[in-house]
């Protein structure tokens, strides 16, 4: 059994930036750990006076601008963007996935939910547009989510991404005349960089790895892993 209980970015984005996966092993010692306990996986001293923002996520494209805090989960939204670091981004996943984006200074940051709904409605675009035009020096990590070997899908989905850009048509693998596996990382990766956004991943899968993650297509679960984005106070 794997008892890993954070992944991390690893500094890909920029020293400024802190950006982890919260596993399963996480939530199940959290619930009975006392939050001062130094055993705890990272230290919440780093942003425990940060609020952690949540958003109701609905396979959209909205993109809610962060200034401050809010009580209430962002509505109707699949992404956050934010220059403020007294907030700390969240998104809830169960086999989408999670990108965090920086720009190079670590003055902005955005983080998104990416199923195939957002991506091909254009989440990634829609999100890139908050970034300050000025900048072109953007860096993303892509979060665990499902892999392609484990991700079918049917033709209205194929038929969806052939539609918009024919490019796409290298991250599927038919079946057969009706179902393809889908790989929707590299499909993520290929937006990016038509964008010149530098991209890095986690090679984790949220089906296969499932002593780490809740995943959806393995078993239903309403229950979800926790992808955390914030600016460093440095």
């Not at 890993?4 to 802190?18: A, D, F, T």
């Not at 962060?66 to 969240?90: G, H, M, Y």
């Not at 209205?156 to 990382?185: A, C, G, H, I, P």
Request: hydrophobic share 40%; proline share 3%.
């Amino acid at each position: 059994m794997n008892d890993l209980e954070i992944v991390s970015s690893k500094g890909v984005l920029g020293q400024k930036i802190g950006c982890i996966t919260l596993t399963k092993n996480f939530f199940e010692k959290i619930k009975t750990a006392d939050i001062n306990d130094k055993a705890l996986p990272f230290s919440f001293t780093e942003f425990q006076d940060l609020p952690i923002q949540y958003m109701n996520q609905v396979h959209g494209t909205s993109v809610g601008v962060i200034k401050e805090f809010s009580d209430e989960p962002i509505p109707n939204t699949d992404a956050l963007f934010t220059k403020s670091n007294k907030v700390s981004l969240a998104i809830m996943s169960a086999d989408c996935l999670p990108i965090a984006l920086a720009n190079a200074e670590g003055t902005e940051i955005a983080l998104l939910h990416a199923g195939w709904r957002g991506l091909s409605a254009g989440i990634i675009q829609e999100s890139l547009k908050k970034f300050n035009p000025e900048n072109n020096d953007l860096k993303a990590w892509l979060a665990p989510c499902i892999s392609q070997n484990k991700y079918e899908v049917g033709k209205d989905v194929y038929k969806t991404f052939m539609d918009l850009d024919q490019e796409s048509k290298k991250n599927f693998k038919e079946v057969n005349s009706e179902k393809w596996m889908f790989d929707l990382k590299a499909e993520a990766a290929r937006v990016l960089k038509k964008f010149k956004v530098q991209v890095s991943q986690s090679n984790y899968c949220t089906y296969t790895d499932d002593d780490l993650f809740y995943s959806y297509r393995r078993n239903k679960t309403d229950e979800r892993v926790l992808t955390l984005l914030w600016r460093k106070n440095v």
